[in-house]
Each structure stands twice: as C-alpha cells, then as structure tokens.
C-alpha cells in the first residue's frame, strides 16, 4: 500500500507523467468526496498508472447551489485512494490554476447535452464539458472513466471526446449502490435519518417504471407514474423521470432500441439522480 | 524535392505521425488555396515533420458567405509545398470526417474573441476554435503556426491553447506582403485590376494611422482618419478602423503598452482584412 503521490500543477502532473506514459495512463476524474463510487472507478482502470484528478469545479455550480458547502476533504480521500492498492498520482490543482486571469474558453456539447439535467442546471454541462478537456488534455490519459451514475455527463463526455478527437478512451462504469439500492453519492452526506430512508426509494421506483413499461408499452405513462410513485414515497419534488434513447438521450417511442430510465427528484434541498437500463 | 504524402483520416494521420512523433511536428493549419504567405509558416516551422491541414472548414462562414466560391485546389496545393523542400505530411479530410453524424461540440473564445470580426461574423471565432481544436487534437504536434495576418484569429487561439492545456505552442508567424504591401490572402484572387489596386492602399492607410496616432496621441481621432481615408481611396464600405491592445484586443487608451491597428473593408464583395504592430 503505497500512499499517492499529489501534484497541483499541470506542468508537475505532465512531468510526473512523462516516465509513466509508455506504460498506459488511465484517469479517473473527480470532485473529491470519494466514496466507494468513486474507488470502484479506480479499480476498474486497466492501465499500471492511474491518475485521480480532486477539483470541485465552481463553473458547473449555479449561484444557489452547493459549491461552498460541498465536502472536501482531501486527507480523507488520499487515504481511501491509498486503501485500493494502486499506483495514484493525485492532481489537485487550484482554482487559479485551472482558470488562470483571463480565461475566457467554453466547450458546450448539445446533443445528449439538451434537456434533462440541462433544464434544470442550464450552465451544468458547460462547466463539466469545459473543466473535463482542460483535465484530460493536462493528463492526456489513454482511457478516462466515468461512473454512469451521471449518465448524461458520461454521453456528454462521450460525445465531446468523439468530436475533437480527444487522445483518451472514454469508458463508463456501473452504479455503486448502498445495500437498500441508493446510488452512492457524495451528496448523500447531506441526507438526514429520514431522507435517508425516503432517498432509498429512488431506485426501487425506477424499476418499477421499467416493468410498467415493459408491460404496457406505454412509455410516457411509465414516466407518469415514477413521477407520482417518487412524490407519494416522500420526494419533496421531481425534476424528471424521462424514459430515453441509451445512446442519444432522444425521447423514447418504444423499446426496440437500448432505453435507459434517467430520474432527478429532490428532498428538501438535496437533489438526487439515479437512472437505469430498461 | 519530395511529393508531401496525402492522408485524408484522423486514424492514418495518427498512424503517420508516430514514427515522426519523437523527432517533433510542427503544424500548419490552412483552408487550403496556399500562396507564399502559407508557404512562409511550412518554412517557419522548425520540427522535421511539418503537418500541413487542408479543410476548408464550413462551420466558419455565415450562409451568406463566399464557402462555396472559396478557391480549392488540392493539386496546385500539394506541389507548391512540394516546393518548399520540407517533409510534409498533407492532412486534408473532409466534412464527414471532421464533423460526423451527431457531432454536436462547440468552443468558443471570449476575451480576445469579442468585438471586431465578431462583430461582422458573429459565429465566425467559434467555428475557427472548434474546428483549430479539433485539428490540434488530431495532430497533437509539438508547435503550431498561424500568420498575424489574422491577428485575432492568432489571440483566440492562443487563448484557447492556453485556456485547454493543449499540448501545442502556438506560434505567430509575420505577414507577408504583395510588393505594394497588400497582405496576401486567398481572397486576393477575387481581386480585378482597379479592386487589386485599391486593395493595395489598405497597408498603407494603416501605416498613415500609426503616423497620426503617435503625432497627436489621439487614438480615437486616428481611428476615424483611417476609416474616411479608405473610404476616400476607393474602398466601398468599411467595417472597422480600431487601435486595441496587442496582447488583449481592449480598447487602447493611450500607446504606453504595446498596440495594434487592425482594419476590415470592403471593395464590392470582397472582404479584405490587415493589421500592424503600432
């Protein structure tokens, strides 16, 4: 057990890089907070190097979200990384260093992009498209991977690396979930005994929606249905539950294609997504 | 005197360039219809293997815009780098390949991209971006090489390159001019006898306007001397006459940092632009 070693520049991560490149680099990008997600995203990387990128990204925050009171704490995390066994490199760069004075560059991916969590966080996938290149081209990585627990951000990213011909292999990974089912989330911190228990529901609705559909074809009765199920379990509100392409995130007419069931609902003021395959 | 080699995928670029890459690539990003100008960036580049590109790209021009009649000839092209005596490597894919189904990616340049050209060519900086990015991410050389002659177009990119952590040094290279002083440009050959000798005043009315600004110190005032003096000297509409900050573009109050005059007519539908170092 080797403890990680931590760069916070991008010229000390390409220098540090450098000797490993031959070998293969994989990066598993994050915002700290790690929990067992996101150390699974490790384990799954192939190659001998890994780099774990920690940076709470404030351009995907909207003003009233929770930029200031997300979790940091990076001991915490350097000791979980230490615990998979792997070779790590941490990048943990600065807000100054990956938005210098006079940053002015945007990347937005349409799309996968429009709609869904797009509604609802109009700036979120500008600042994950834009904060996602500049760390992947820091590192040049030749494999990034991603949980689908977000899976828009991963056909997002999917679709920005395919369309600037990104030198890294995007890779998804599956869901984390706790025993009862709730997708593993950094944001799950903030769920109380009760929200907790209400928070656990998510994923069992959501297979529900998926044998309603099955059973009677009625894709947008499905949807209908998670939406009232979520908020009779004890959801405050629902943003979505939208039944979709896998690949495209196109509205879903039937399931003669890979569909995938995506969901955002809320709990006082936490927001939880969870999704799918049909 | 060697034939450049011609690929027209991403995949046989990337496949070329590896045994090339340790020595180091220098590239030479163009929409073809290459005239000295071109020619001086291929012998600027100081790598052994220079990768020329060869696109030009739609997602520049504005529909009613001259991508249709813009000169293409990929023959008279690949002798005239032929004739540089460097070894080149021809990249020139098409549409497709650049901008494939479902391609849906965007980066745009603020700061150095506001104003000026934006202003007549509102979408034209983040069709040069995306498409200089994607070039840049296919190649992935060691330096890149861009003529003044677009000045803004040379600060947007090196903001975006800046602003990414592309792997890339951008590098400016001198304009080069006709004997009257016209910069050249592939859009000189839209050029008659009476448009191409009006043309050839644009270089000069600058040179006047430097002369002014630095007499009178008015900055403004020699702004609109050059505006009237073109208009005088037979250029039928002009878009701007404006002295900015050389490394920024911000307006420039007064000469105390470095500047820059940069200007865009017109003669008939010919759009002609130039710019110097004051």
């Known amino acids: 057990m080797t403890a990680p070693a931590i760069v916070h520049t991008i010229s000390a991560l390409r220098a540090a890089l450098a000797p490993l490149r031959a070998g293969g680099?994989?990066?598993?990008?994050?915002?700290?907070?790690?929990?067992?997600?996101?150390?699974?995203?490790?384990?799954?990387?192939?190659?001998?190097?890994?780099?774990?990128?920690?940076?709470?990204?404030?351009?995907?925050?909207?003003?009233?979200?929770?930029?200031?009171?997300?979790p940091r704490d990076l001991e915490r995390d350097i000791a979980a990384?230490?615990?998979?066994?792997?070779?790590?490199?941490?990048?943990?760069?600065?807000?100054?260093?990956?938005?210098?004075?006079?940053?002015?560059?945007?990347?937005?991916?349409?799309?996968?992009?429009?709609?869904?969590?797009?509604?609802?966080?109009p700036?979120?996938?500008?600042?994950?498209?834009?904060?996602?290149?500049?760390?992947l081209l820091a590192a040049l990585p030749d494999t990034a991977i991603f949980g689908e627990k977000d899976y828009q951000q991963l056909l997002v990213i999917r679709r920005l690396a395919a369309?600037?011909?990104?030198?890294?292999?995007?890779?998804?990974?599956?869901?984390?979930?706790?025993?009862?089912?709730?997708?593993?989330s950094s944001r799950n911190a903030y769920l109380d005994g009760r929200a907790r228990q209400v928070a656990g529901n998510l994923n069992k609705v959501l297979k529900d929606v998926i044998a309603r559909a099955h059973e009677t074809g009625d894709l947008r009765d499905a949807e209908r249905y998670g939406a009232e199920t979520l908020k009779a379990v004890g959801f405050d509100s629902v943003d979505y539950v939208a039944i979709r392409d896998a690949e495209t995130l196109a509205v879903a007419g039937t399931l003669d294609r890979p569909a995938r069931v995506l969901a955002a609902a809320r709990i006082g003021r936490t927001r939880l997504i969870d999704n799918m395959a049909l």
């Open 25 to 70: 680099i994989a990066m598993v990008p994050t915002m700290g907070a790690l929990h067992d997600g996101h150390l699974s995203l490790v384990r799954l990387a192939e190659a001998p190097a890994v780099v774990v990128s920690i940076f709470v990204n404030p351009t995907q925050f909207a003003p009233h979200e929770d930029f200031d009171a997300y």
């Open 81 to 121: 990384l230490a615990g998979t066994g792997r070779e790590i490199l941490v990048f943990a760069p600065g807000a100054r260093e990956m938005y210098p004075d006079g940053f002015a560059t945007t990347v937005t991916v349409g799309g996968p992009g429009a709609g869904l969590e797009t509604d609802f966080r």
């Open 123 to 135: 700036h979120f996938f500008s600042g994950v498209a834009t904060v996602v290149a500049k760390l």
């Open 163 to 184: 369309d600037l011909s990104l030198p890294t292999r995007i890779i998804g990974a599956p869901i984390a979930r706790e025993a009862d089912g709730l997708a593993l």
